[in-house]
């Protein structure tokens, strides 16, 4: 590991001050599970490293205004410990296919959101976008894990984040802290689909951390997120689908459907949404979602059962939140 400077700022003012406005100059930490295999592994080099852990504010799960506050120091052991959390079912649901007990006790639940791509291009030192002489090695490499939508740039990774899909069916927001002071804004658009090397997966600035998450009441709304993995234990989801519906007089009058690890950012599917809307909850609805959310999907050499497994995602999510 490269030498760095350690800071624990007590504050996000001083904890924004400490960091970098250039990129990969510093690094935050919150609960590291993630950081320092990338720092061990030399992909990430920052001088200097910034730690959240004394910043008070930053901890904890509470009710806040009807709905839910996650604190940016708050663990995926802590959120499915807290009678808070109880009414959002998806999210919990979520939380509990992150098995490993020490990523459950010291990772946070906004680094689940900022954790980098696990795309092993990436991970042996070859960028973010796996370029090799103006070309990408993916589309002719090993890309079985990788993005069946949103591929059509020269990113193919997917994104990480066990816990976005369901945040984002919820109607999540987060709160920003920069230099300039906060800023808060949809979760769905902390993320983005980077176009160059220069470009992180996320829309955050170097010297801004995420302070908090919230989340409105989740009353009237039906909720479920369902994975399909490899393995149970220490793995990462192939797919998964969460997804909300709202109900009037028996059929569905809103929909929210976010799919997990098929695209650089967690994927809404406003084709699988629309299939929903004035349809009751039954097998075939939730088959209809599932197929109009694969509709534009356009797999790689090696990924086209990623199509199928997602398919079957919403349709079972769409049953579960029935």
Not at 47 to 55: E, K, P, Q, T, Y
Not at 255 to 264: D, I, T
Not at 296 to 322: E, I, W, Y
Request: aromatic share 4%.
């Amino acid at each position: 590991m490269q030498n760095f400077e350690y800071i624990a700022p007590t504050d996000t003012i001083a904890a924004a001050q400490a960091l970098s406005p250039h990129a990969g100059v510093t690094a935050v930490l919150a609960g590291g599970t993630d950081l320092v295999s990338l720092m061990k592994q030399r992909v990430e080099t920052p001088s200097r490293v910034v730690s959240l852990r004394s910043i008070r504010s930053l901890r904890g799960i509470s009710k806040k205004g009807g709905g839910l506050r996650i604190g940016a120091m708050a663990t995926v052991e802590q959120l499915l410990d807290s009678g808070a959390a109880a009414p959002y079912r998806s999210l919990l649901q979520a939380a509990r296919g992150i098995t490993a007990p020490q990523v459950r006790a010291m990772g946070t639940v906004v680094g689940d959101l900022l954790q980098r791509p696990r795309c092993w291009y990436f991970r042996n030192g070859h960028g973010l976008l796996a370029m090799h002489n103006g070309e990408s090695l993916v589309p002719n490499g090993e890309n079985r894990y990788h993005a069946i939508l949103g591929n059509k740039g020269p990113a193919y990774f997917v994104s990480a984040s066990s816990l976005a899909p369901a945040l984002i069916s919820l109607g999540a927001q987060v709160t920003v802290a920069g230099p300039e002071g906060e800023r808060e804004m949809a979760l769905a658009d902390l993320f983005r689909i980077p176009a160059s090397e220069s470009e992180r997966e996320n829309t955050l600035q170097p010297n801004e951390i995420v302070t908090e998450i919230n989340v409105p009441g989740a009353s009237g709304w039906r909720t479920a997120t369902y994975e399909v993995r490899q393995r149970q234990l220490l793995d990462w989801p192939l797919v998964t689908a969460s997804v909300a519906v709202r109900l009037r007089r028996g059929t569905v009058a809103d929909a929210r459907v976010v799919l997990g690890h098929v695209a650089p950012i967690p994927w809404r599917s406003s084709e699988a949404e629309t299939a929903l809307k004035g349809q009751s909850l039954g097998e075939s609805a939730g088959e209809a979602a599932g197929k109009a959310a694969m509709a534009a999907a356009t797999p790689l050499s090696q990924n086209k059962a990623k199509v199928h497994l997602a398919t079957v995602a919403v349709k079972r999510a769409v049953a579960m939140a029935a």
